[in-house]
């Protein structure tokens, strides 16, 4: 079992910045892929971005050039820094584990960009 919790969501303005993090509760070399997912409201749930053990990063194209997700291996932490935000970035933030064939789902943040 892998557990995440995420934290770091609020509201901010358009052009803001926020960091979320995301704490893993075992060493996350372990951990095949975490990912952020955002689920606006009344639409499923996408993928932002992903990163491998391997540090091999991916990003939705909306995302590209202003949010990036990194990780602390030492902390166990995954992040993910959003930039030049938009209104439309609104929604709830996930954080994905892969773990072998099993994912892993945090609770979720909120995060709110006010235009």
């Known amino acids: 079992q892998v557990q995440l919790v995420e934290s770091g969501g609020g509201l901010v303005q358009a052009g803001g910045s926020l960091r979320l993090s995301c704490a893993a509760s075992?060493?996350?070399?372990?951990?095949?892929?975490l990912a952020w997912y955002r689920q606006a409201p009344e639409k499923t749930r996408e993928l932002v971005a992903s990163?491998?053990?391997?540090?091999?990063?991916n990003y939705r194209d909306a995302m590209k050039g202003r949010f990036t997700i990194s990780r602390d291996n030492a902390k166990n932490t995954v992040y993910l820094h959003m930039n030049s935000l938009k209104p439309e970035d609104t929604g709830d933030y996930y954080c994905?584990?892969?773990?072998?064939?099993?994912?892993?789902w945090g609770q979720g943040t909120q995060v709110t960009v006010s235009s």
């Open positions: 075992i060493n996350i070399f372990s951990i095949d892929r």
């Open positions: 994905y584990a892969l773990k072998g064939t099993q994912g892993f």
């Open positions: 990163i491998t053990s391997g540090g091999s990063t």
